[in-house]
């Protein structure tokens, strides 16, 4: 075992060329030079090695914040609607700003994540998350309550790229498709979480509840070390080889890992900018439309809406207390997406992302053909309570549909 390769092959021939980072976050693992940090803080390591699981979930707090915010809008609408006395179309646009803000931070966070790292990047993007909310629980008028939600909209928009990057960095191959899987279902945690919370709070204080998954994110990403590729990319070659043995601990050998990462690196920088005029190259644009593809179907599969405004949906339905129905909703969600978490390794993402499609095709024919009968038939027939159940029926299985494939396998991809 050695933290570095005595073979420098892996070192790429332009170390003068090498890109520095704008921001490092450090690390408290942080070793010294290369003979003398194996001596001196090998036991310091051992002592205090954070594994990738701890690792991950620190970081799922970004997710869960993501779920939080788009679990809001469903328990809070009525409540909202009648203090601020807004409109049905008031209140829809400040569900979707949270879209509009997660286009803009999704648009910059590459960027961001490139020059500061992943650790740096979810820090910036916690900030507007923590003070968006704050503005929503002290919302007096429209102008603050849309304010609040683009900024929240803006650090969702950082976490959902950042987060499966980082753990696509971190995990070990052959865990990569499970620990990836945790970014969705953090997001259907935040979900229920949201929905729960908004049964016994009302809007203010939810919203002041919001802030604490990215108030614990902030302090709690200074104890888990930065992506070892990132480092690995910035020219931090102690600080790489440091982080990844104390991912896979301090007895594993991560000779061979460490030359992986240094060649893939070093072909990297080699290669050359790519050009708009290359992505005419099958090598550049099938991966890139298989990835963008899946993503936007995800986006538009529907799922936003159903979520967003489960209540309002179940309601409509006849259920009698639609915030509970919403509840179990949520819980189911979690539930789905935790087999799919167990699932996406032994069954390849593939066969996962087919059944998932099928089954939030036909959920959504069965909710579409309830809700038309049930605009033919009277309220007090058998047949309209019966459109009822059945219209929730396809709610949830669309909901199961998504979270077993359509929703985490995407992310997973795009990682990839």
Known sequence: MSFRDDNEEGRTASDGHLKKPFLHTGSWYRMGSRQSSVMTSSQTIKDRSVSVLACVLIVALGPIQFGFTGGYSSPTQAAITRDLKLSVSEFSLFGSLSNVGAMVGAIASGQIAEYIGRKGSLMIAAIPNIIGWLIISFAKDLSFLYLGRLLEGFGVGVVSYTVPVYIAEIAPQNMRGGLGSVNQLSVTIGIMLAYLLGLFVNWRMLAVLGTLPCSILIPALFFIPESPRWLAKMGMTDDFEASLQVLRGFDTDIT???????????????????????????????????????????????????????????????????????????????????????????????????????????????????????????????????????????????????????GPIPWIIMSE
């Open 256 to 406: 061979v890992e460490v030359n992986e990462i240094k060649r893939a690196v070093a072909s990297s920088n080699r290669r050359a900018t790519i050009r708009f005029s290359d992505l005419k190259q099958r090598r550049y644009w099938f991966p890139l439309m298989i990835g963008i593809g899946l993503l936007v179907l995800q986006q538009i599969s529907g799922i936003n809406g159903v979520l967003f405004y489960a209540s309002n949906i179940f309601r409509s339905a006849g259920i009698s207390n639609s915030d509970a129905a919403t509840l179990a909703l949520g819980a189911i969600q979690v539930i789905a997406t935790g087999i799919s978490t167990w699932l996406v390794d032994k069954t390849g993402r593939r066969i996962l992302l087919t059944v998932s499609s099928a089954g939030m095709t036909l959920s959504l024919a069965v909710v579409a053909a309830s809700f038309f009968v049930k605009s033919f038939v009277k309220d007090s027939s058998s047949l309209y309570t019966a459109m009822g159940i059945l219209s929730v029926v396809g709610v949830v299985g669309m909901v199961i549909g998504f979270s077993l494939g359509m």
